[in-house]
């Protein structure tokens, strides 16, 4: 069974760094695009970044500069390195691919990660 595995997640100080992963677990061939999400208590979901197949990048206006999104095919992995964070960075960061390719024959929609928890402390 195919599943996202989020990790990285944690406390940290403001002005800190923490690199988050998403990891696809199970035999598959590859994963399409990738987006990283995250919702704050009480707010709604925002996406944060956004990785094409090709390696195309697209991000929010409030991590521009200080958020990096970067995938390993090889290890059907999407990481997103967080620096200079903020407390309002804090929130559950949620890893989502509308496409993985299990087989040649087999595609699958629309997989989410479990989420992990992002707090950055003032």
């Known amino acids: 069974q195919v599943q996202l595995v989020e990790s990285g997640g944690g406390l940290v100080q403001s002005g800190g760094s923490l690199r988050l992963s998403c990891a696809a677990s199970?035999?598959?061939?590859?994963?399409?695009?990738v987006n990283w999400y995250r919702q704050a208590h009480g707010k709604e979901r925002e996406l944060v970044a956004a990785i094409s197949s090709s390696g195309s990048t697209n991000y929010a206006d409030s991590v521009k500069g200080r958020f990096t999104i970067s995938r390993d095919n090889a290890k059907n992995t999407v990481y997103l390195q967080m620096n200079s964070l903020k407390p309002e960075d804090t929130a559950v960061y949620y890893c989502n691919a509308p496409e993985i390719v299990i087989t040649r024959m087999m595609h699958a929609y629309n997989y989410w990660g479990q989420g992990t928890q992002v707090t950055v402390s003032s």
């Open positions: 199970g035999s598959i061939l590859s994963i399409g695009a």
